[in-house]
């Protein structure tokens, strides 16, 4: 069992940057691959990017691409996602997730989730 819990989520204006930390417990963090998601209200769950067990490989949606960046601390069981260039069409929830493939791009190859942090983007 993996529990993670999400924070840094707030209201910024278009342009502006937030990073959120991810921070997990239960199992031991750098046996899995780590994701972010996000959901919009009324739109399905996003895949935004992902983080391979050591940090060594990356991979990102076209949306989010050169403006977000996910890293992690294997030795505070954080992970992170620092996000720039924010636009209003990057309000939504976004979650942490783990999972044990290592290349996994769809929610359905998540295991355990956070409960989400609100961003809110204003124009």
């Known amino acids: 069992q993996v529990q993670l819990v999400e924070s840094g989520g707030g209201l910024v204006q278009a342009g502006g940057s937030l990073r959120l930390s991810c921070a997990a417990s239960?199992?031991?963090?750098?046996?899995?691959?780590m994701g972010w998601f996000r959901q919009a209200p009324g739109k399905e769950r996003e895949f935004v990017g992902r983080?391979?067990?050591?940090?060594?490989?990356?991979y990102y949606a076209d949306s989010v691409k050169g403006r977000f960046t996910i890293s992690r601390d294997n030795a505070k069981n954080t992970v992170y996602l620092q996000m720039n260039s924010l636009k209003p069409e990057d309000t939504a929830v976004y979650y942490c997730?783990?999972?044990?493939?290592?290349?996994?791009?769809?929610?359905?190859?998540?295991?355990?989730w956070g409960q989400g942090t609100q961003v809110t983007v204003s124009s």
């Open positions: 239960g199992r031991t963090f750098s046996s899995y691959a």
């Open positions: 983080i391979s067990r050591s940090a060594g490989n990356t």
């Open positions: 997730a783990v999972s044990y493939i290592l290349a996994a791009m769809t929610a359905a190859h998540y295991n355990y």
